[in-house]
């Protein structure tokens, strides 16, 4: 029964082509632009996750603080009010897994007859633990390598390719502005960061031997930043008030004065990025539908000029035994047939046209399993809702009445 029904149909579809071809058009470019949407939103959210995960997790971030001389007030770090004491302590909180002081530089990389400007982060070994970095090659330095201010050097992949090229750089010795350092690591590739910069266009050196040779800091133990990893996300909460608290201690500021330090929860900042890009995904996905819809009307429409032209068939139809659920399954199936077939070219289309997106971005759009059920399931409910008032207008023809249509 059902598929002599579906053969009926294709044989009404066949009668009009270039009817029905039409009536597709609108389903093939809604559902391709449904899934070419979901596929660029879902390539942002990806993109915004990676970047977030690079960033480490459950990181703090505590700035030094601004000056304020003569009513003018320097940014953030504008003041050197943080010292590694405060990372020692900060680390001995509860619900601290690591606590990494860091001092930054941007000095001149030199090596043979190839140089280059970079960012210098000098830290502890924590460092790297707080960002979730790994080595690609070589080694970390450590504890003994920081209280020895041993001038050595971590390389971000960009930088060790900048510099070497196909060298290997294990071993060779750089010059950071005018002082030598040994590369010892090469560090595993992190990408762009949230507010585009390049993570792998970066050297790490011991903390000491960045305030001892490279910023003149050889005496004091201030620094520009601290990072904090908390144990897991449920501490969180907790151990934000516990930082306030401790450097405000630390630093003999009461509590509803101005602190001399910027206290940043990057899971919160990442949290509110990847918001946003889910935001923008259903925004596009939303706009897209509108082109479903309109398809959409569009079947209702031939639907319902289809009925007028054979409202005599439908007549002799049910004139020889035809009950008003087979002709409302007929039209109906109909109705799915042409949104399903238009579907499918469309899926094709969105496909297509991610991959050429994704060629032009030289980004990875990939088409989920998900997008290519939830394309069929969208097309097969787009012809069914519109499909059914037609549908049940054949069905409820007077035999008689269709038969006296001409």
Same mark, same amino acid.
């Given at each position: 029964?059902?598929?002599?029904?579906?053969?009926?149909?294709?044989?009404?579809?066949?009668?009009?082509?270039?009817?029905?071809?039409?009536?597709?058009?609108?389903?093939?470019?809604?559902?391709?632009?449904?899934?070419?949407?979901?596929?660029?939103?879902?390539?942002?959210?990806?993109?915004?996750?990676?970047?977030?995960?690079?960033?480490?997790?459950?990181?703090? $971030? =505590?700035? %030094?603080?601004?000056?304020?001389?003569? *009513?003018?007030?320097?940014? +953030?770090?504008?003041?050197?009010?943080? &010292? @590694?004491?405060?990372?020692?302590?900060?680390?001995?909180?509860?619900?601290?897994?690591v606590?990494?002081? $860091? =001092?930054? %530089?941007?000095?001149?990389?030199?090596? *043979?007859?190839?140089?280059? +400007?970079?960012?210098?982060?000098?830290? &502890? @070994?924590d460092?790297?633990?707080?960002?979730?970095?790994?080595?690609?090659?070589?080694?970390?330095?450590?504890?003994?390598?920081?209280?020895?201010?041993?001038?050595?050097a971590?390389?971000?992949? +960009?930088?060790?390719?900048?510099?070497?090229?196909?060298?290997?750089?294990?071993?060779?010795?750089?010059?950071?502005g005018r002082?030598?350092?040994?590369?010892?690591?090469?560090?595993?590739?992190?990408?762009?960061?949230?507010?585009?910069?390049?993570?792998?266009?970066?050297?790490?050196?011991?903390?000491t031997?960045?305030?001892?040779?490279?910023?003149?800091?050889r005496?004091?133990?201030?620094?520009?930043?601290?990072?904090?990893?908390?144990?897991?996300?449920?501490?969180?909460?907790?151990?934000?008030?516990?930082?306030d608290?401790?450097?405000?201690?630390?630093?003999?500021?009461?509590?509803?004065?101005?602190?001399?330090?910027?206290?940043?929860?990057?899971?919160?900042?990442?949290?509110?990025?990847?918001?946003?890009?889910?935001?923008?995904?259903?925004?596009?996905?939303?706009?897209?539908?509108?082109?479903?819809?309109?398809?959409?009307?569009?079947?209702?429409?031939?639907?319902l000029?289809?009925?007028?032209?054979?409202?005599?068939?439908?007549?002799?139809?049910?004139?020889?035994?035809?009950?008003?659920?087979?002709?409302?399954?007929?039209?109906?199936?109909e109705?799915?047939?042409?949104?399903?077939?238009g579907?499918?070219?469309?899926?094709?289309?969105?496909?297509?046209?991610?991959?050429l997106?994704?060629?032009?971005?030289?980004?990875?759009?990939?088409?989920?399993?998900?997008?290519?059920?939830?394309?069929?399931?969208i097309?097969?409910?787009?012809?069914v809702?519109?499909?059914?008032?037609?549908?049940?207008?054949?069905?409820?023809?007077?035999?008689?009445?269709?038969?006296?249509?001409?």
């Amino acid at each position: 029964m059902l598929i002599s029904m579906l053969y009926e149909a294709m044989l009404a579809m066949a009668a009009n082509r270039l009817r029905t071809f039409l009536t597709m058009l609108g389903m093939m470019i809604g559902v391709a632009s449904v899934v070419l949407m979901v596929a660029l939103g879902q390539s942002a959210r990806d993109a915004v996750q990676k970047t977030i995960d690079s960033m480490g997790s459950h990181l703090f $971030v =505590v700035l %030094a603080g601004s000056s304020n001389s003569g *009513g003018l007030r320097s940014g +953030s770090g504008g003041v050197t009010t943080l &010292t @590694a004491d405060d990372a020692k302590a900060i680390s001995e909180l509860s619900g601290v897994h690591v606590s990494a002081p $860091v =001092v930054q %530089a941007r000095q001149q990389l030199v090596y *043979g007859s190839v140089n280059w +400007s970079s960012d210098i982060y000098g830290s &502890t @070994a924590d460092y790297l633990m707080a960002r979730d970095w790994t080595i690609a090659q070589g080694n970390v330095f450590d504890d003994s390598d920081v209280r020895q201010a041993r001038r050595v050097a971590l390389l971000g992949s +960009s930088t060790a390719n900048t510099l070497f090229g196909d060298e290997n750089p294990i071993g060779q010795t750089i010059r950071i502005g005018r002082t030598p350092f040994e590369v010892i690591g090469i560090l595993g590739s992190k990408g762009q960061s949230l507010d585009g910069r390049n993570q792998d266009d970066t050297v790490i050196v011991p903390l000491t031997a960045v305030q001892r040779y490279l910023t003149g800091n050889r005496f004091r133990n201030s620094v520009r930043m601290i990072l904090v990893q908390a144990s897991s996300d449920e501490v969180m909460p907790q151990l934000e008030s516990d930082l306030d608290n401790l450097l405000r201690e630390r630093h003999r500021i009461a509590a509803d004065a101005e602190a001399d330090f910027s206290l940043n929860n990057l899971a919160a900042i990442a949290e509110t990025a990847a918001q946003t890009a889910r935001t923008m995904s259903l925004l596009l996905g939303a706009i897209a539908s509108i082109s479903l819809i309109v398809g959409g009307i569009g079947i209702m429409n031939i639907m319902l000029v289809s009925v007028t032209e054979r409202t005599r068939e439908i007549g002799i139809r049910m004139a020889i035994g035809a009950r008003q659920k087979d002709v409302l399954s007929q039209f109906l199936l109909e109705s799915l047939v042409i949104s399903i077939t238009g579907g499918a070219i469309g899926l094709l289309v969105g496909m297509g046209g991610a991959h050429l997106v994704g060629r032009i971005w030289q980004a990875d759009i990939g088409i989920s399993v998900d997008a290519v059920v939830l394309a069929f399931m969208i097309s097969a409910g787009t012809g069914v809702f519109f499909g059914f008032y037609p549908a049940l207008k054949a069905s409820r023809l007077d035999p008689i009445e269709a038969l006296r249509y001409h």
